[in-house]
């Protein structure tokens, strides 16, 4: 068990220390040069070398390098070029407000999928498996913004019942939840269509499984034996896709954030880029592949608990 | 061990009702039928086996009897179970569930699968009890657990009930599944071919265990098997069911010694790995007519064409095909703990042999013994970590991947498991005719013309027993003794010297394994080959090979003439391995 968390662990820091160099090299071969796009054209040599040196791009890339690390490791992402705002704090709000969105998503996403992917795999060969494989199916294929896009037509404009858009924070918890109910059913909809159809198989797969029927055997009806022991064991390929759909969703949830203007992390990233505010998006992708491996972290963590094959040496 | 739910279950020798009474059943699919109007009893106490081949039906009428059919099945008839006067067959699943573990419970075949891997084993067999309310509660029902684990023989019983599936061996995982079935005190056990997943020695033991333990509490006992052999040893009565009708049923002495059908006769006569038609072939269900019960005839020693076995010793070196020194395999398993090292695993201890030209060398050994290990590297396809090998002169140990071509010239392989070493996808002709693609492997190191090599394939599906047309077909149209026929033909399309052969016949039944037999034996002589036989079946390997190699963890603890060795075994292990292993020539000679 201890070693495997530590080679959890270790190979957690690895990659994200990789990551950042990566990160940090491609942004500087990527070309534009950020003194120019932050001065304008017309901006002479020296005023050029003048904001290199005030933002320290005239040191060699190793050292221009070691700084940013040091500074994320302090926490401290500098300050943008374009903006000339400290990052930091703009990259905690906004993060917040995505890790909401998604965290809820996802909660109803597996609150949905779990039951109806449960019920279409039992009830495969009649009528109400198949309608609910064939909802999941439809709803795979409807992308999101376009879920939003009814949600609004429908809820905020023809009934008025929920805002049509923006974003309160949580500490505001009535305006909050009507602000946050309509994107989270957009995201949630679609991953709850695609986990169904993932819980559904790894369903079907588990009830061919002989310890099913040495349970059914004992005494257990076949669907009491499917939720004692078949679940669990059919948890763990689930378990991977949601890790799958929540790094997916750090990003993706970008067009549903524009759809309702919210202002998430995805939003920061593509007007960083859109402004080629370097430091601003080198940090924002600095911070989602932070999440992404901390979020593949967990699920390997979440299956060494799951599954006793995996802590040999308990 | 106490019996605390029916105190006076072991001193009542029959009671007024039977523990399973099965009347007229038929089991269908939408086209035919599986299982045609079944009638048999089996009384308190008693053991009756159900003996069959694939497809025989067997374990569908199991499966009726537990009431755990597939939806995709219908089933008509009568089934009872123990003083239970309802009607198992259409019972519903929630009346069935509760006859379940409590009047009649199941042992499976497959002990690995049988177990839900995520819990501990105690408390799967507490579950049994807690189910039926046997016991008030939890920690009753554990404790009792324990007890059960107590008695089938399960080691440290408190601390293999903390285990978890994945910590025990195939035969512990058999006997925890016994434990479960046995939890309630059921008056009918229902066995599925129960130890054909064990190794003999194990087989043994948990046949014994089943056998004391239906004794000890009157049990009834059904036994579904394709083993002739193990339900000789473990039946007083038998049915023999041949697609879906039982076409024989009696006491075990008789109808193994009297056998009124053909198609007992067949099984009997192709299942008796000692008896030989005139022609020193193993009998098959079609030849059985000529089958004389219980009359020995050794086919080592009158194989007709015998090579120079005898001879051999005077020229020990010369004629050595492969020879093997002294090697020794050790795998590095991942660390488990931070302060000890990396355990390592000794597959090989310095196992040393040499098979020479036309010799028929077998391997025996079980699961372990690392028998797996010697065909990978004598197949080239992992290296010795010391020692040396060499096969047809050329040295395998730090051979590189062009060298390694030359040896796929001269050695081919069959492996077991025909259902799955065929890709579906491709013909039955390219699947043959692949070995000829790589130029390497052929004799004179030539790729032949695309007409060559439908003629070679040809001449192969001929010499290999099968149809013409094979060749456009796929490999889902075969039965499992066909695709062994379509293995065995790839291994030899390109002319190899020595022809390695992984238990090639463990995953066929009876019928089948004699005719694939009869036609390895063949093909040697025909094509001069040399065959490497690794099998854990000593009566297999006694029929077909002349020398023999007994393996156990990681060392040849004995090897010489099949003959010899298995008339006078010198080791300890050997002579276990010879008296576990059942053979139906013992019940023949017991009447």
């Given at each position: 068990?201890?070693?495997?968390?530590?080679k959890l662990?270790?190979?957690?820091?690895?990659?994200v220390?990789v990551?950042?160099?990566?990160?940090?090299?491609l942004l500087?071969v990527l070309?534009?040069?950020p003194?120019?796009?932050?001065?304008?054209?017309?901006?002479?040599t020296?005023?050029?070398?003048?904001?290199?040196e005030?933002?320290?791009m005239?040191?060699?890339?190793?050292?221009?390098?070691?700084?940013?690390?040091?500074?994320?490791?302090?926490?401290?992402?500098g300050v943008?070029?374009?903006?000339?705002?400290?990052?930091?704090?703009?990259?905690?709000?906004?993060?917040?407000?995505?890790?909401?969105?998604?965290?809820?998503?996802?909660?109803?996403?597996?609150?949905?999928?779990?039951p109806?992917g449960?019920?279409?795999?039992?009830?495969?060969?009649?009528p109400?498996?198949?309608?609910?494989?064939?909802?999941?199916?439809?709803?795979?294929?409807?992308?999101?913004?376009?879920v939003?896009m009814?949600?609004?037509?429908?809820?905020?404009?023809e009934?008025?019942?929920?805002?049509?858009?923006?974003?309160?924070?949580?500490?505001?918890?009535a305006?909050?939840?009507q602000?946050?109910?309509l994107?989270v059913?957009?995201l949630g909809?679609?991953?709850?269509?695609?986990l169904t159809?993932?819980?559904?198989?790894?369903?079907?797969?588990?009830?061919r499984e002989?310890?099913?029927?040495t349970?059914?055997?004992?005494?257990?009806?076949a669907?009491?034996?499917?939720v004692?022991?078949?679940?669990?064991?059919?948890?763990?390929?689930?378990?991977?896709?949601?890790?799958l759909?929540?790094?997916?969703?750090?990003?993706g949830a970008?067009v549903?954030e524009?759809?309702?203007?919210?202002?998430?992390?995805?939003?920061?990233?593509?007007?960083?880029?859109g402004?080629?505010?370097?430091?601003?998006?080198?940090?924002?992708v600095?911070?989602?592949?932070?999440?992404?491996v901390?979020?593949?972290?967990l699920?390997?963590?979440?299956?060494?608990l799951?599954d006793p094959?995996?802590?040999?040496?308990? | 061990?106490?019996?605390?739910?029916?105190?006076l279950?072991n001193?009542i020798p029959?009671?007024?009702h039977?523990?399973?009474d099965v009347?007229g059943?038929?089991?269908?699919?939408?086209?035919?039928?599986?299982?045609?109007?079944?009638?048999f009893r089996?009384?308190?106490g008693e053991?009756?086996?159900?003996?069959?081949?694939?497809g025989?039906?067997?374990s569908v009428?199991?499966?009726?009897?537990?009431?755990?059919?597939?939806?995709?099945?219908?089933?008509?008839g009568?089934?009872?179970?123990?003083?239970d006067?309802r009607n198992v067959?259409?019972l519903?699943?929630?009346?069935?569930?509760?006859?379940?573990g409590a009047?009649?419970?199941?042992?499976?075949?497959e002990?690995?699968?049988?177990l839900?891997?995520?819990?501990?084993?105690?408390r799967?067999?507490?579950?049994?009890?807690?189910?039926?309310?046997t016991q008030p509660d939890?920690?009753a029902?554990e404790?009792r657990?324990?007890?059960l684990?107590t008695?089938?023989?399960l080691?440290t019983?408190?601390?293999?009930?903390?285990?978890?599936?994945?910590?025990?061996?195939?035969?512990?995982?058999?006997?925890v599944?016994?434990?479960?079935?046995?939890?309630?005190?059921?008056?009918?056990?229902?066995?599925?071919?129960?130890?054909t997943?064990?190794?003999?020695?194990v087989?043994?033991?948990?046949?014994k265990?089943v056998?004391?333990?239906?004794?000890?509490?009157?049990?009834?006992?059904l036994?579904?098997?394709?083993?002739l052999?193990?339900v000789?040893e473990?039946c007083?009565?038998?049915l023999v069911?041949?697609?879906?009708v039982?076409?024989?049923?009696?006491?075990?002495?008789?109808?193994f010694?009297?056998?009124?059908?053909?198609?007992?006769?067949?099984?009997?006569?192709?299942?008796?790995?000692?008896?030989?038609?005139?022609a020193?072939?193993?009998?098959?269900?079609a030849?059985?007519?000529?089958?004389?019960?219980?009359?020995?005839?050794?086919?080592t020693?009158?194989?007709p064409?015998?090579?120079?076995a005898?001879?051999?010793?005077?020229?020990?070196t010369?004629?050595?095909?492969v020879?093997?020194?002294?090697?020794?395999k050790?795998?590095?398993?991942?660390r488990?703990?931070?302060?000890?090292?990396a355990?390592?695993?000794?597959?090989?201890?310095?196992?040393s042999?040499e098979?020479e030209?036309?010799q028929r060398?077998g391997?025996?050994?079980?699961?372990?013994?690392?028998?797996s290990?010697?065909?990978?590297?004598?197949?080239?396809l992992?290296?010795?970590?010391?020692?040396t090998i060499?096969?047809v002169?050329?040295?395998l140990?730090?051979?590189?991947?062009?060298?390694l071509?030359?040896?796929?010239?001269?050695?081919q392989i069959v492996?077991?498991?025909?259902?799955a070493s065929?890709?579906?996808?491709?013909?039955i002709?390219?699947i043959?005719?692949?070995?000829?693609?790589?130029a390497a492997?052929?004799?004179g190191?030539?790729a032949?013309?695309?007409?060559?090599?439908?003629?070679l394939?040809?001449?192969m599906?001929?010499a290999?027993?099968?149809?013409?047309?094979?060749?456009?077909?796929f490999p889902?149209?075969?039965?499992?003794?066909q695709?062994?026929?379509?293995?065995?033909?790839?291994?030899?399309?390109?002319?190899?010297?020595i022809?390695?052969a992984?238990?090639p016949?463990s995953?066929?039944?009876?019928?089948?394994?004699?005719?694939?037999?009869?036609l390895?034996?063949?093909l040697?002589?025909?094509?001069e080959?040399?065959?490497?036989?690794?099998?854990?079946?000593l009566?297999?390997?006694?029929?077909?090979c002349?020398?023999v190699?007994?393996?156990?963890?990681?060392?040849?603890?004995e090897q010489g003439?099949?003959?010899?060795?298995?008339?006078?075994?010198?080791?300890?292990?050997?002579?276990?391995?010879?008296?576990?292993?059942?053979t139906?020539?013992?019940?023949?000679?017991?009447?």
């Amino acid at each position: 068990m201890a070693i495997r968390l530590l080679k959890l662990l270790g190979s957690f820091i690895a990659t994200v220390l990789v990551s950042t160099v990566v990160v940090f090299l491609l942004l500087r071969v990527l070309p534009g040069d950020p003194a120019t796009v932050a001065l304008g054209i017309e901006a002479t040599t020296e005023q050029l070398a003048a904001w290199r040196e005030q933002y320290g791009m005239n040191t060699p890339l190793v050292v221009q390098y070691f700084e940013w690390l040091g500074g994320l490791l302090r926490g401290d992402f500098g300050v943008s070029y374009v903006t000339g705002q400290n990052i930091s704090p703009v990259i905690t709000d906004r993060l917040q407000v995505t890790l909401i969105l998604v965290g809820l998503a996802m909660v109803i996403a597996i609150a949905v999928a779990v039951p109806l992917g449960t019920i279409a795999a039992i009830r495969h060969q009649r009528p109400s498996g198949a309608i609910i494989s064939g909802v999941s199916q439809f709803g795979v294929a409807v992308p999101s913004f376009l879920v939003g896009m009814l949600l609004i037509v429908f809820f905020a404009i023809e009934l008025d019942w929920l805002p049509s858009g923006g974003w309160v924070p949580p500490s505001e918890p009535a305006e909050f939840l009507q602000h946050v109910t309509l994107p989270v059913i957009a995201l949630g909809t679609v991953q709850a269509s695609i986990l169904t159809r993932y819980v559904r198989s790894a369903v079907l797969e588990i009830q061919r499984e002989d310890f099913l029927r040495t349970a059914r055997s004992k005494g257990l009806t076949a669907n009491v034996a499917l939720v004692r022991h078949g679940l669990r064991n059919a948890g763990i390929p689930v378990l991977t896709v949601v890790g799958l759909q929540m790094a997916g969703l750090l990003v993706g949830a970008v067009v549903v954030e524009r759809v309702f203007t919210i202002p998430g992390l995805g939003s920061y990233l593509v007007d960083s880029v859109g402004n080629r505010d370097l430091l601003a998006v080198q940090a924002v992708v600095v911070v989602l592949v932070i999440a992404i491996v901390l979020i593949n972290f967990l699920v390997d963590l979440a299956f060494t608990l799951l599954d006793p094959r995996l802590r040999r040496a308990a | 061990m106490t019996s605390t739910a029916h105190p006076l279950a072991n001193r009542i020798p029959v009671a007024d009702h039977p523990a399973l009474d099965v009347s007229g059943l038929t089991v269908a699919t939408d086209e035919h039928e599986l299982v045609s109007n079944l009638t048999f009893r089996i009384e308190r106490g008693e053991r009756v086996g159900l003996i069959g081949e694939s497809g025989s039906g067997k374990s569908v009428t199991s499966l009726a009897v537990m009431g755990l059919l597939p939806d995709s099945l219908t089933a008509t008839g009568r089934v009872t179970v123990g003083g239970d006067d309802r009607n198992v067959i259409g019972l519903g699943e929630a009346q069935a569930a509760k006859l379940r573990g409590a009047n009649m419970a199941m042992v499976f075949q497959e002990p690995m699968t049988a177990l839900n891997p995520l819990l501990r084993v105690g408390r799967q067999i507490a579950e049994s009890m807690l189910i039926h309310g046997t016991q008030p509660d939890r920690a009753a029902a554990e404790r009792r657990a324990v007890e059960l684990m107590t008695d089938v023989g399960l080691p440290t019983p408190a601390e293999t009930a903390r285990a978890y599936p994945h910590q025990l061996s195939g035969g512990q995982r058999q006997r925890v599944v016994l434990a479960i079935a046995l939890a309630n005190d059921p008056e009918l056990l229902v066995c599925d071919e129960p130890t054909t997943a064990l190794d003999v020695t194990v087989q043994k033991q948990v046949l014994k265990l089943v056998l004391e333990t239906v004794s000890r509490r009157s049990t009834g006992l059904l036994f579904i098997t394709h083993d002739l052999a193990v339900v000789g040893e473990t039946c007083e009565r038998v049915l023999v069911m041949n697609k879906g009708v039982v076409v024989e049923e009696g006491p075990i002495d008789r109808v193994f010694t009297r056998p009124q059908h053909p198609y007992t006769r067949g099984l009997l006569a192709a299942s008796d790995l000692d008896a030989t038609d005139t022609a020193g072939r193993l009998f098959t269900v079609a030849t059985a007519a000529d089958y004389v019960l219980g009359r020995s005839v050794l086919r080592t020693a009158q194989r007709p064409s015998a090579p120079a076995a005898p001879a051999a010793p005077a020229a020990p070196t010369s004629a050595a095909l492969v020879r093997a020194e002294q090697l020794t395999k050790q795998y590095r398993r991942d660390r488990t703990s931070l302060r000890t090292p990396a355990p390592t695993v000794d597959a090989l201890r310095g196992v040393s042999f040499e098979i020479e030209a036309g010799q028929r060398f077998g391997i025996v050994g079980e699961s372990g013994s690392g028998k797996s290990t010697l065909l990978r590297i004598l197949s080239g396809l992992d290296q010795p970590t010391s020692g040396t090998i060499d096969v047809v002169g050329r040295r395998l140990n730090g051979a590189r991947h062009a060298d390694l071509a030359e040896l796929r010239k001269n050695l081919q392989i069959v492996f077991q498991d025909p259902m799955a070493s065929l890709d579906p996808r491709m013909r039955i002709g390219e699947i043959i005719a692949e070995p000829l693609m790589n130029a390497a492997n052929l004799q004179g190191g030539i790729a032949v013309s695309r007409k060559e090599r439908a003629a070679l394939v040809a001449e192969m599906v001929h010499a290999v027993g099968l149809p013409t047309d094979s060749v456009e077909r796929f490999p889902h149209q075969f039965s499992g003794g066909q695709r062994q026929r379509i293995s065995i033909a790839r291994a030899l399309v390109c002319r190899p010297r020595i022809l390695v052969a992984d238990e090639p016949v463990s995953a066929l039944d009876v019928s089948v394994r004699a005719q694939v037999l009869n036609l390895l034996a063949d093909l040697v002589d025909e094509y001069e080959l040399t065959l490497v036989f690794v099998s854990h079946d000593l009566g297999v390997v006694r029929h077909l090979c002349d020398r023999v190699a007994v393996m156990q963890r990681g060392e040849i603890v004995e090897q010489g003439e099949t003959r010899a060795i298995y008339d006078d075994p010198s080791h300890p292990y050997t002579r276990s391995l010879i008296e576990a292993t059942p053979t139906i020539r013992h019940t023949q000679e017991q009447e």
